[in-house]
Nanobody
Framework: QAQLVESGGGLVQPGGSLSLSCAASGFPFSSYTMRWYRQSPGKERELVAAITTGRLPFKIYGDSVRGRFTISRDNAKNTVSLQMNSLQPEDTAVYSC????????WGQGTQVTVSS
C-alpha cells in the first residue's frame, strides 16, 4: 500500500537549519505532486511548499517560508526533501509530507522545534 515516511525533524536553535526527507513507496511517485504541510497547536494546517511533476518541476512556497526553505525531489529514489534555513521559533510545528494526484496520501509527520 502507499506509504510516506518523514524523517529529519528535531530541535534546532533560532537561525539554524534542518533538512527533512520523505520516503515514498507503493504508488507511482514521479506522477504525483508532492507537498509539505505544517501544523502547530491551535493553528490551521499550512502549506509550506509544493513541487510538481515532470522534467522541470514547478515549485511554490508559502509566504512565511519563501526565501528560507527549498523543496526538491529525487524520482529515482522516490524522495522529496525540504531544506529549511534561518529557522525561527514560529517555524515550530509538525511537518507532514503529502502526495497528490487523483488520490492523496499523507505521512505521519515529524516534529520540528525551534528554540534556544
Amino acid at each position: 500500500q502507499a506509504q510516506l515516511v518523514e524523517s529529519g525533524g528535531g530541535l534546532v536553535q533560532p537561525g539554524g537549519s534542518l533538512s527533512l526527507s520523505c520516503a515514498a513507496s507503493g504508488f507511482p511517485f514521479s506522477s504525483y505532486t508532492m507537498r509539505w504541510y505544517r501544523q502547530s497547536p491551535g493553528k490551521e494546517r499550512e502549506l509550506v511548499a509544493a513541487i510538481t511533476t515532470g522534467r522541470l518541476p514547478f515549485k511554490i512556497y508559502g509566504d512565511s517560508v519563501r526565501g528560507r526553505f527549498t523543496i526538491s525531489r529525487d524520482n529515482a529514489k522516490n524522495t522529496v526533501s525540504l531544506q529549511m534555513n534561518s529557522l525561527q521559533p514560529e517555524d515550530t510545528a509538525v511537518y507532514s509530507c503529502n502526495a497528490y494526484d487523483t488520490t492523496a496520501y499523507w505521512g505521519q509527520g515529524t516534529q520540528v522545534t525551534v528554540s534556544s
